[in-house]
């Protein structure tokens, strides 16, 4: 059967007694006419392309064309090496691999699109960072890019996944639910652990705006992957205490869409208002253009 919803997939795991990794494999080796092996296969490539941009990134201090970003993950690095972040070594990784990821999209390096260009850092930054310091598996970071992975199709059913539709809310907080159930997962949350820390990361970033600098995907989007990706953390860290979101991940996607259609156009990827449209970035403008 083709899952659609949350609450389809929950029903579904349960009367199975499945994961939602198992699950999503089956549909896609069915859907794609291959094997769950191949499936795993495909969804490993995408994980060694991940860690790939990570190290690629966090050896580069290119500039961008516009040259304004492209040295930032240099200076992280600089700055934990010589203090340490109070928080430890996994959330420097996080921020750090994070930050490679986004900066390697700027400078058009190879980058897995998680679910999007403009928030691709998200993902990789935890998964790669978590598996490095607890030593994961391969096929644990597959169960774990498997169950983001179904959770962002969930959400595309009722959400195009693009800033020009729904605002950074549908991007960069989307792949914030993405990593947070992900990661939740790995961390053997049950199903309705996984929905709670997907529901809580979502809820959180509503009403996102999309309103980049000159309209390119530099100012704020890259900056907004590190900080998401520990939202991701929070969210997870909260469901697994046993923290519940009162409103049902179903109905948060609902909302989501809903204020994606009341979102002015003018902060959907236009480029016409918000930091898009502050005395600094037009001056940027100016002397860019």
Same mark, same amino acid.
Not at 16 to 42: P, Y
Not at 105 to 119: D, E, F, K, Q, Y
Not at 168 to 184: I, R
Not at 224 to 235: E, F, I, K, Q, T
């Given at each position: 059967?083709?899952? %659609?919803?949350?609450? =389809?997939?929950?029903?579904?795991?349960?009367?199975?007694?499945? *994961?939602?990794?198992?699950? *999503?494999?089956?549909?896609?080796?069915?859907?794609?006419?291959?094997?769950?092996?191949?499936? +795993? @296969?495909?969804?490993?490539?995408?994980?060694?392309?991940?860690?790939?941009?990570?190290?690629?990134?966090?050896?580069?201090?290119?500039?961008?064309?516009?040259?304004?970003?492209?040295?930032?993950?240099?200076?992280?690095?600089?700055?934990?090496?010589?203090?340490?972040?109070?928080?430890?070594?996994?959330?420097?990784?996080? &921020?750090?691999?994070?930050? @490679?990821?986004?900066?390697?999209?700027?400078?058009?390096? +190879?980058?897995?699109?998680?679910?999007?260009?403009?928030?691709?850092?998200?993902?990789?930054?935890?998964?790669?960072?978590?598996? =490095?310091?607890?030593?994961?598996?391969?096929?644990?970071?597959?169960?774990?890019?498997? *169950?983001?992975?179904?959770?962002?199709?969930?959400?595309?059913?009722?959400?195009?996944?693009?800033?020009?539709?729904?605002?950074?809310?549908?991007?960069?907080?989307?792949?914030?639910?993405?990593?947070?159930?992900?990661?939740?997962? %790995?961390?053997?949350?049950?199903?309705? %652990?996984?929905?709670?820390?997907?529901?809580?990361?979502?809820?959180?970033?509503?009403?996102? %705006?999309?309103?980049?600098?000159?309209?390119?995907?530099?100012?704020?989007?890259?900056? +907004?992957?590190?900080?998401?990706?520990?939202?991701?953390?929070?969210? *997870?860290? &909260?469901?697994?205490?046993?923290?519940?979101? !009162?409103?049902?991940?179903?109905?948060?996607?609902?909302?989501? +869409?809903?204020?994606?259609?009341?979102?002015?156009?003018?902060?959907?990827?236009?480029?016409?208002?918000?930091?898009?449209?502050?005395?600094?970035?037009?001056?940027? !403008?100016?002397?860019?253009?």
């Amino acid at each position: 059967m083709s899952i %659609t919803t949350f609450e =389809e997939l929950k029903k579904e795991a349960q009367s199975q007694n499945k *994961t939602i990794w198992e699950l *999503t494999q089956e549909e896609e080796a069915l859907n794609s006419d291959i094997s769950v092996e191949e499936v +795993r @296969a495909e969804v490993l490539k995408h994980i060694v392309t991940m860690r790939e941009t990570i190290e690629t990134g966090i050896t580069s201090n290119e500039k961008s064309v516009s040259g304004w970003c492209g040295d930032d993950c240099e200076k992280l690095i600089k700055r934990y090496s010589a203090q340490k972040s109070v928080f430890g070594s996994l959330y420097e990784k996080i &921020l750090t691999y994070s930050l @490679a990821t986004s900066e390697e999209n700027l400078r058009m390096g +190879r980058i897995v699109a998680c679910p999007t260009a403009g928030s691709c850092g998200i993902i990789p930054g935890v998964l790669v960072a978590y598996s =490095e310091e607890y030593d994961l598996s391969d096929d644990e970071q597959i169960n774990f890019l498997i *169950t983001a992975g179904k959770i962002g199709s969930i959400i595309s059913n009722k959400v195009q996944l693009a800033g020009a539709v729904a605002g950074c809310q549908a991007e960069c907080g989307v792949a914030a639910a993405m990593c947070a159930g992900g990661l939740a997962q %790995t961390m053997a949350g049950d199903i309705n %652990t996984i929905f709670n820390a997907v529901a809580l990361a979502l809820k959180n970033i509503l009403g996102l %705006t999309c309103d980049p600098v000159c309209g390119m995907v530099e100012v704020p989007c890259i900056k +907004r992957n590190p900080l998401l990706s520990m939202h991701a953390v929070s969210a *997870t860290e &909260l469901a697994l205490a046993g923290i519940e979101s !009162k409103i049902p991940v179903d109905e948060v996607i609902d909302a989501m +869409r809903q204020t994606g259609q009341l979102m002015s156009p003018m902060l959907k990827e236009s480029a016409q208002a918000g930091l898009a449209t502050t005395p600094t970035a037009l001056s940027l !403008k100016e002397k860019l253009f």
